[in-house]
């Protein structure tokens, strides 16, 4: 689902970039390992962009695929990451159909992140299932997310709007990952019960996906 005004305002600004260069992009790499040289990557919901240029210039992606619902979203992503040309391709679509976005077929990628996308996706499950489809055997799939305790707290409540079903713990979200053909990576950074950082990825040698 859209973010609402709110959330957008808290998504875009200083502090929220500040946190991703400076805390959760080092702490992925940490988890989930620099990419391989030539990666090509996809980014599920990227908003204006922040994250994408991490992913090229913090994590040296060679070529980032990334898509988002809102195109008032898209169209600040795309002047954020016009420097960087055919390097970066950016789309309006659903992180559950990366087909339709980008024609990914299975395998396509070295690596997916998500940074706090998939608990606004009412169907969840699914967007981890397409994460899992689209990541070549060794891939991994770098993740930030928020759990339904944090989206449970008054202040969370009052000023977004998320899905209220099927909303996941942080043990339920790594409990899925496994049903799809994805190893977690280490341990996974958990932040009061509301957060959790971590990475996973499609082992070698797997076949088809749960």
């Not at 599920?44 to 994590?59: H, N, Q, R, S, W």
């Not at 990334?66 to 789309?91: E, H, N, Q, S």
């Not at 790594?174 to 009061?192: A, F, K, M, N, W």
Request: glycine fraction near 10%.
């Amino acid at each position: 689902m859209l973010m609402n005004r709110a959330e957008t305002l808290a998504i875009d600004n200083p502090a929220r970039r500040a946190l991703q260069r400076w805390y959760e992009a080092p702490t992925l790499r940490r988890l989930g390992g620099p990419l391989p040289a030539g990666a090509r990557v996809a980014e599920i919901g990227c908003g204006a962009g922040y994250g994408t240029k991490l992913i090229c210039d913090y994590f040296g992606a060679a070529q980032v695929d990334a898509v988002d619902l809102d195109p008032a979203m898209i169209t600040k992503a795309g002047r954020r990451l016009a420097r960087y040309g055919d390097r970066v391709r950016l789309a309006v679509g659903d992180a559950t159909d990366l087909r339709a976005a980008f024609g990914a077929g299975d395998g396509s990628y070295d690596a997916v992140f998500d940074f706090a996308i998939i608990h606004h996706i009412p169907d969840w499950r699914d967007a981890v299932a397409e994460v899992a489809r689209v990541l070549k055997p060794g891939g991994v799939f770098y993740f930030e997310e928020v759990t339904a305790h944090a989206l449970a707290r008054p202040t969370y409540r009052r000023l977004f709007e998320h899905p209220e079903h099927d909303r996941f713990t942080a043990d339920q979200f790594c409990d899925e990952l496994p049903r799809h053909g994805l190893t977690v990576l280490g341990s996974v950074t958990r932040i009061s019960g509301d957060y959790l950082l971590g990475a996973a990825h499609r082992p070698i040698g797997t076949g088809e996906h749960a």
